[in-house]
């Protein structure tokens, strides 16, 4: 192990997990990172529509970031906030539509202002309209 890395393993409390700059992870390598047996991944997948890795040409299923990002979480809720695993799937959909159903960063405006950036609009392009034919 370099010297930078074991500076960065100190910096970083034990319970905390360094995900690895890598598009894909073995069922294995999650299971090592996350501190949990394979079989319990694998389990997981059945019970949490979130969970879905991919499987290579092998059958070998590969996690994204993504993915182990979604297994600590549920790591979380299930063994310290003490979810049941419905619970923590309920709490996943909820998170998840709320993340989804964000609101848009347009300011809001009343009607007559869209009316009146409306007009604007109309006549821009009439003058863009006019000067294209002239």
Known sequence: MSARAK?????IRPD???IPEKLYFRIGEV???????AYVLRFWES????LKPTK?????????RK???TVLLIKRLLYDEGFTIAGAR????????AKDQSVLPFPARSAGELKQ??????EILTILSSKRSG
């Open 117 to 122: 950036i409306r007009q604007g609009l109309r």
């Open 90 to 97: 309920q709490h996943l959909k909820e998170h998840k539509s």
């Open 16 to 18: 905390e997990v360094v």
């Open 31 to 37: 299971a090592e990172l996350c501190r949990l047996p």
């Open 67 to 69: 993915d182990v990002e």
């Open 56 to 64: 290579g040409s092998t059958g070998q299923r590969m996690y994204r």
């Open 7 to 11: 500076a960065t393993a100190k910096a």
């Open 47 to 50: 019970e949490f529509a979130q």
